[in-house]
């Protein structure tokens, strides 16, 4: 397996060597000391940005995804910005799945829309593996950035096999995930095919980001909490946790985030994360106690807080900077994604807050 560019976990007990694996968020992800509390924020590249709007204004998502200079010019768009400690590349945790031959789009104000969803081990088999060729625009963007980027690290993600598999079955967004859990407790046998299916196509995705240059590499479990604690680890954890596996030895920390997954941070980390992402509703310092000290966390300010006043704002970012210093490791970021409405500039605000507030 491919190792990365980006130099030898701090668990390997050798120092890092300058680049963006001497970065502080590299370094905090590996719970090492750093300068200054890192932060970077989720869905940072985005509809909070006039110029993403602008650049994004006649282009699909899909089509803008596969477009190696798009890619490379919205991810950086944050970055120059805010000023913040890493980039995330800009894709959408359903390209792999189209690479893997699913016919679906993503509908503006809908999401992803499946046009056959999977329900039976015939349609589960005509979803195909991938390959680094089928994504090659990806391994273009990620090495285009790379460079671009210079001491900044990049942070290369996908979705969890429990998510992608949640749209499959539905064929789109769910609040309830019915058939979900309907597939899961009535037709195991399909659920852990269709799961296991996919978790071969996002380690291949994530080790061609890996093999094309970033520094991290962050696992978006969106909807596990839908799911109670005994089902995650019973339908989902040994599928994540094959993911995760796998990228063990590319040198890279993992980071395994979802939302409402209280009950289930523990488990998230045992999956095999070195980060774990905490949403807003649970305390970082209560989030570690459930962790364990062997990982890093990374979060959690509430994306409604950003439409406060700034005096409100900036007490809640020094709280959650208090509270992460329980943990071995924090990395700064809201407990989900950037909300289209966000004013980019109180992003560049709490950015230069956290740097200024938590400098050692």
């Not at 970077?40 to 110029?51: I, T, V």
């Not at 959408?92 to 679906?104: E, N, Q, R, S």
Request: proline letters at 8%; hydrophobic letters at 45%; charged letters at 20%.
């Amino acid at each position: 397996m491919s190792t990365a560019t980006t130099g030898s976990p701090a668990r390997d007990g050798e120092p890092v060597t300058g680049g963006p694996a001497d970065s502080p968020f590299v370094r905090a992800c590996w719970r090492r000391p750093v300068p200054h509390t890192p932060v970077w924020f989720m869905r940072q590249a985005g509809r909070s940005l006039p110029e993403y709007r602008e650049i994004r204004a006649e282009v699909g998502m899909l089509d803008s995804c596969r477009s190696p200079e798009l890619v490379t010019e919205i991810t950086l768009q944050p970055v120059r910005r805010h000023g913040v400690d890493a980039a995330i590349l800009f894709s959408d945790i359903v390209v792999p799945l189209t690479a893997a031959g699913v016919d679906l789009d993503i509908v503006p104000g809908t999401g992803p829309v499946v046009a056959e969803p999977v329900r039976t081990l015939g349609e589960v088999d005509r979803i195909r593996p991938i390959t680094a060729a089928d994504v090659s625009y990806v391994d273009e963007a990620v090495r285009m950035l790379v460079a671009e980027l210079g001491q900044t690290p990049l942070i290369g993600f996908a979705g969890a096999p429990f998510t992608l598999a949640s749209y499959l079955v539905e064929g789109g967004p769910s609040r309830t995930h019915s058939r979900t859990k309907a597939l899961m407790y009535g037709a195991p046998q399909v659920w852990h095919a269709l799961c296991a299916r996919l978790a071969e196509i996002t380690l291949e995705f994530l080790l061609v980001q890996v093999r094309a240059g970033v520094s991290a590499v962050q696992l978006f479990d969106s909807w596990a909490g839908a799911l109670s604690e005994a089902d995650y680890r019973r339908f989902v954890m040994p599928h994540s946790s094959v993911v995760l596996a796998g990228l063990a030895d590319t040198g890279v920390p993992r980071i395994h985030f979802g939302v409402g997954t209280a009950e289930l941070l523990a488990a998230m980390g045992e999956a095999g994360a070195d980060v774990v992402g905490v949403d807003w509703r649970t305390p970082l310092d209560a989030a570690t106690v459930r962790i364990g000290p062997d990982r890093a966390v990374q979060g959690n300010l509430d994306p409604c807080l950003l439409f406060a006043p700034w005096p409100v704002i900036e007490t809640e970012v020094r709280r959650i900077l208090t509270q992460g210093q329980v943990a071995p490791g924090h990395v700064f970021n809201l407990g989900h994604g950037v909300l289209p409405e966000t004013d980019p500039d109180v992003l560049t605000r709490v950015a230069a807050l956290v740097h200024e507030a938590s400098a050692r």
